[in-house]
């Protein structure tokens, strides 16, 4: 069984993760939670008109459909298991990997980043940002662990305004 959190979907369960005020971006995992699964459990803040287009998961997958007064909550994101950590070996490492990053050749305008959602991979992230401001560098797309560290990332470039109101990091 899948409990799938979407920011929306319609009544009869077709949802993306772009539409909807909680919007989470690709439903790439959920996606294969609901081709696998024998019931889906679709869990939604925001019933949308039917159809709901394009689906990223279609009605035929999905037996029931909760709605919620919210999906889930960024400022938790960043909590518990996923804190960015304190361990000098587990920095040491993020440090190193975000120079590995930087000095790959790929570190430049527009670059992709996937991060992880552990400690490591949170500081990793804030590493980058560092190198990402003093070159003056931003990143058109990020996915994979999708935390309060990347979202953070994502609302200090927004609030640039040359950069308001754009999709890029």
Not at 139 to 164: C, E, N, Y
């Amino acid at each position: 069984m899948a409990f799938l959190g979407v920011p929306s979907c319609d009544e009869f369960g077709n949802a993306n993760g772009y539409s909807g005020k909680a919007c989470c971006g690709s439903l790439g995992y959920a996606m294969v939670d609901a081709d696998n699964a024998k019931q889906v459990v679709m869990l939604t803040e925001e019933l949308l008109p039917y159809p709901h287009n394009p689906a990223s998961i279609e009605q035929d997958q999905v037996d029931l459909i909760v709605k919620v007064d919210r999906v889930g909550d960024a400022a938790k994101i960043g909590a518990g298991a996923t804190r960015m950590t304190t361990n000098p070996r587990e920095l040491l490492i993020a440090r190193s990997a975000a120079d590995v990053i930087v000095n790959s050749g790929y570190f430049k305008e527009g670059f992709s980043m996937q991060t992880g959602t552990g400690g490591a991979s949170l500081a990793v992230t804030r590493f980058l940002e560092d190198k990402m401001r003093s070159r003056d560098i931003r990143a058109d797309f990020a996915l994979g662990g999708i935390t309060a560290t990347m979202v953070d990332l994502r609302a200090r470039k927004r609030s640039d305004p040359q950069t308001a109101g754009c999709a890029e990091l």
